[in-house]
């Protein structure tokens, strides 16, 4: 018989994750709040973000998982590649 916390309480997982969630919202929220003082639009993206990411966190549908993934690995990469392109000085031209 094994001693895994895990199969006390089952819904301590569930609660670990949201919070995990919610902490990563506050995070974009606060990196959002710094960009903004130097970069006005990049730092509004993010905090247009933050809200976005906290909702992920709270869909609780069976077999969504993959969905939820995606969907935050694909916010994340946009936010990159629009941070990428904003922080390109004015002197700098792709060819």
Known sequence: MT?????????????RTALAWTRTAISFAALGGAVL????????????IAPLIWQLGRLRRPGGRL???TAAIVVVSLVALVLSVLAQGPGVHLR
Request: charged share 30%; no cysteine.
């Open 67 to 69: 969905g939820l993934i």
């Open 37 to 48: 003082k130097t970069n006005v639009v990049g730092g509004a993206i993010i905090l247009a």
């Open 3 to 15: 001693d895994d916390p895990e199969d006390r309480d089952p819904g301590l997982a569930r609660q």
